[in-house]
């Protein structure tokens, strides 16, 4: 994730036609990052506004561990990972 003045770009998308949470987490994760959840489970459901586009928006946020390393597909998606204390992987 990239900041973009308080915003970051985050993977993600919007769910397919009858995609349940976790079909979404897993499709997401493999398009733009090349990794498969581990473990995943619901940590928050988020309704918000989209910062750079002011539309209304739905998060679903996991917490998981990552079948490999990921590889960003995209340039913006440089990811933050912290380790399973909270704190930031080296």
């Not at 994730?1 to 897993?26: C, H």
């Not at 586009?53 to 990552?66: C, K, Q, Y």
Request: overall charge negative.
């Amino acid at each position: 994730m990239r900041p973009k003045g308080e915003a970051v770009a985050a993977p993600g998308g919007k769910p397919d036609a009858g995609e349940t949470d976790i079909e979404l987490l897993v499709r997401e994760l493999d398009e733009e990052l090349g990794v498969r959840p581990v473990d995943a489970r619901v940590l928050a459901h988020v309704e918000s506004v989209a910062v750079l586009e002011g539309v209304p928006l739905r998060l679903t946020v996991f917490t998981a561990g990552l079948s490999s390393t990921p590889h960003p597909a995209a340039e913006d998606h440089v990811l933050p990972l912290l380790k399973g204390n909270g704190m930031p992987a080296a």
